[in-house]
């Protein structure tokens, strides 16, 4: 069982990016979605959103790496 939780534990910073990289890609997916849908103020407000919070959750993500190499060492 510990094999399988490594497979799915971010150990170092370009794990990070990665993992970061790929949530960037499927928001502004989704945000190009939401402007076809809701043309207009709505629609720039989502995909503002969608964008917005891949900066919140990679900061979230390289820190909580940051804080587990500090207190792993």
Partial sequence: MDRIKRL???KT????FLVIYAL???ATERGLV???Q??????????L???GTVFMAGGK??????LQRRYSA
């Fill in 8 to 10: 799915f534990t971010i």
């Fill in 13 to 16: 910073k370009f794990e990070a």
């Fill in 24 to 26: 960037a890609l499927g």
């Fill in 34 to 36: 939401y402007l076809q």
């Fill in 38 to 47: 809701y043309p207009g103020t709505g629609g720039h407000l989502l995909a």
């Fill in 49 to 51: 959103a969608c964008t």
């Fill in 61 to 66: 993500i390289l820190d909580a790496v940051e």
